[in-house]
């Protein structure tokens, strides 16, 4: 069983930046496709960013092209999401996930962190 440990959410105002990190404890993320959702209150599970076992092809939203970057660190088993420019609809609890497989944007991903909060104020 893999397990998955988001850190770095935050309270920030428009146009701040935070790093979220998600370090894994089993399994090297060499191994999974790797990628971050989130959730706002009342609202579905959405995609955000995603990148391959390799650490390319990587995969964003519409809606955070340009200001969110994902990449991955493997010596220290850690996958990262650059958040830039941050909008109040940035606003959500932000999840790391990692599945066997291609990338995918559907949350059809084999493990999950446990969510952290990233607050966005206008």
């Known amino acids: 069983q893999e397990q998955l440990v988001e850190s770095g959410g935050g309270s920030v105002q428009a146009g701040g930046s935070l790093r979220l990190s998600c370090a894994a404890s089993g399994r090297p993320f060499s191994t999974y496709a790797t990628g971050w959702f989130r959730q706002a209150p009342g609202k579905e599970r959405e995609f955000v960013a995603a990148i391959s076992r390799s650490g390319g092809n990587p995969n964003y939203a519409d809606s955070v092209k340009g200001r969110f970057t994902i990449s991955g660190d493997n010596a220290k088993n850690t996958v990262f999401l650059q958040m830039n420019s941050l909008k109040p609809e940035d606003t959500a609890v932000y999840y790391c996930?990692?599945?066997?497989?291609?990338?995918?944007?559907?949350?059809?991903?084999?493990?999950w962190g446990q969510g952290t909060q990233v607050t966005v104020s206008s």
């Open positions: 996930a990692a599945r066997f497989g291609i990338v995918l944007r559907t949350p059809t991903y084999d493990y």
